[in-house]
């Protein structure tokens, strides 16, 4: 139970984010397999990151939720811009999953960089 203002948001067992869950480790999974990564450290590392990256995406769609709601009324919240906060809970989740394979590219890169200078030495 959220209460916003005026309104007591009660956040359904069907919103509770268990579903969203699956969903989005399934398109982690996805984006791994079209990304073909050929390090098993980045790869696993991509896997331990799905949780926390589904659950984050789930409170970024629950706090969109609430604003509309607080801001256009109960009717927006639960109607059309619902269903919107869905796409925009996957949405958010692939750029996170984007930006996380990056970080790891770039920070395995500067390893690299760094073991071959100490390897010249």
Do not use: W
């Not at 359904?12 to 390090?39: E, H, P």
């Not at 098993?40 to 409170?59: D, E, G, K």
């Amino acid at each position: 139970m959220l209460t916003v203002g005026q309104y007591q948001l009660l956040v359904a067992d069907a919103c509770s984010g268990l579903n969203s869950m699956f969903s989005l480790s399934a398109l982690g999974v996805l984006y791994m397999y079209i990304a073909q990564r050929k390090s098993v450290i980045h790869n696993m590392l991509m896997l331990v990151l799905i949780p926390p990256i589904a659950f984050t995406a789930n409170i970024i769609r629950v706090m969109i939720l609430v604003l509309i709601t607080y801001h256009l009324g109960d009717e927006a919240g639960q109607g059309f811009l619902h269903g919107l906060a869905g796409m925009v809970l996957m949405l958010v989740a692939l750029a996170i999953f984007i930006a996380m394979d990056g970080v790891l590219v770039l920070a395995a890169r500067q390893l690299n960089r760094q073991h071959s200078i100490k390897s010249q030495i």
